[in-house]
């Protein structure tokens, strides 16, 4: 029974306030708090109407520390679950360590004027975390956060080592726009148009932004083109895999997603420095996402399903040799939507959130310092994805990738 406090109110906390609520007996008081209360409110109304549980809501700029150390204060959680955006990381863990209490996020921290999201900032708060004998863990969304658990289940159950690792993060979903994205559209952008970067032979290798291109098979999809790019977890999967020859994240786009973000990338609209317009300075990617549809409107209109998992080789535990497994997970969106009223980009997100929170809580996962998912025991939080509407499924291949 703990009190918990979420930070942001757009599809991602949306899920995972609904699915705490869905589990009165680790979180007994709900609070939420963003920067507009509106959106607290509207997410507390659809909690009280599908689960009767009551959500307190209140109005926040998490990156005032001194007034959100007020608020937690006030409020008084075991644990604040950070569900605003990466920009806001450093000063949601100031307020925790001034506050006392312990932190979790989805994200890692990025500055708004670079797109460059790095563990580096995060893990320099790691003295600070133990000595105020707190825990702050990093990344427990879907990708980084299932992932990396998926890796480590496979390390614990299946493999000695891994030697390759693929992540496949595949969204067969249609949501009948001609351009939209199914998470924050800045985030999103800034992500997709950073330059690729994998984990080879002990370091990273820079290659331009969406080069790389596989065609691949997904099942409850079907034949997708995925996109080699960088992402978090290779930079923590890269520390934790000490082992790892090769680690790679993929994605897929459809043709006309990447016609679109050429076109935008062409005309000067994906910049993220600020440009002088009618004597104003505004960023351009800035006001792209204001004119792009909201995430959290695609969902009454999205059908199809994502299917994200991870494809390891390595040396197997039981002495058979060399041995490659995909493990995965496949989630509808109509069904995420009829669940919690959000598409499965937000479900698939916001569940793991809810489920990192409940390690936390129930001392399943615990510690004094600040922690990658790699570093826990992926046992617990993988019973609780089967149980919470996530349910995965781990396959033998017949030998490593092809591409
Ligand atoms: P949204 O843009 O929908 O929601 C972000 C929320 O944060 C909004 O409610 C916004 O407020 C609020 N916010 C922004 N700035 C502040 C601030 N200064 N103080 C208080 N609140 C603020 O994003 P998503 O829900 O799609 O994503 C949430 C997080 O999840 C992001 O960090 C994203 O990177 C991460 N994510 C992680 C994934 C994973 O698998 N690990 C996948 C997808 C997302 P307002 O409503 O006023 O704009």
């Not at 690729?196 to 290798?205: L, M, P």
Request: with cysteine; net charge negative; glycine share 8%.
């Amino acid at each position: 029974m703990s009190k918990v406090l979420v930070i942001g109110a757009g599809g991602v906390s949306s899920v995972c306030v609904h699915k705490m609520a869905m589990n009165p007996g680790i979180f007994s008081e709900i609070h939420l708090a963003s920067r507009t209360r509106a959106k607290c409110d509207a997410i507390a109304a659809s909690v009280k109407e599908r689960t009767g549980q009551t959500v307190s809501t209140y109005e926040i700029d998490a990156e005032e520390v001194p007034a959100l150390t007020r608020l937690i204060q006030e409020i008084g959680p075991k644990l604040v679950v950070n569900l605003a955006l990466p920009y806001q990381d450093l000063p949601i863990m100031d307020a925790c360590l001034a506050a006392g209490v312990d932190y979790l996020d989805t994200a890692n921290y990025e500055p708004k004027d670079e797109a460059k999201f790095e563990y580096k900032w995060q893990w320099a708060y790691q003295d600070r975390f133990k000595q105020a004998g707190l825990m702050a863990l990093l990344g427990s969304g879907f990708d980084p956060g299932v992932t990396s658990v998926f890796a480590m289940w496979l390390k614990k159950h299946k493999l000695k080592t891994i030697r390759q690792l693929d992540i496949l993060d595949c969204n067969g979903g249609d949501h009948g726009q001609a351009f939209a994205t199914n998470f924050n559209p800045e985030i999103n952008i800034r992500e997709v148009t950073a330059p690729a970067r994998h984990w080879e032979n002990g370091q990273f290798v820079e290659t331009p932004a969406m080069a790389k291109k596989v065609a691949f098979d997904f099942e409850a999809v079907g034949p997708k083109n995925m996109y080699m790019m960088y992402h978090e977890e290779l930079e923590s999967l890269a520390k934790f895999l000490p082992e790892l020859e090769r680690g790679r994240f993929w994605m897929t786009f459809g043709d006309a997603y990447i016609t679109h973000l050429t076109v935008l990338q062409n005309v000067g609209m994906t910049r993220i420095d600020p440009v002088l317009y009618q004597g104003k300075e505004i960023v351009p990617l800035q006001f792209l996402a204001a004119v792009l549809p909201k995430p959290e409107t695609l969902g009454p209109t999205t059908k199809g399903k994502t299917n994200i998992g991870d494809i390891a080789t390595g040396e197997a535990l039981d002495g058979s040799g060399e041995k490659t497994f995909y493990i995965y997970n496949i989630c509808d969106h109509e069904d995420a939507y009829a669940e919690t009223g959000n598409q499965a980009i937000s479900y698939t997100t916001g569940v793991p959130a809810m489920i990192g929170a409940a390690m936390m809580l129930t001392g399943a996962w615990k510690g004094e310092g600040v922690f990658n998912m790699e570093e826990m025991d992926p046992d617990p939080f993988m019973a609780m994805l089967n149980t919470q509407g996530l349910p995965w499924q781990v396959k033998e291949l017949a030998g490593p990738v092809d591409f």
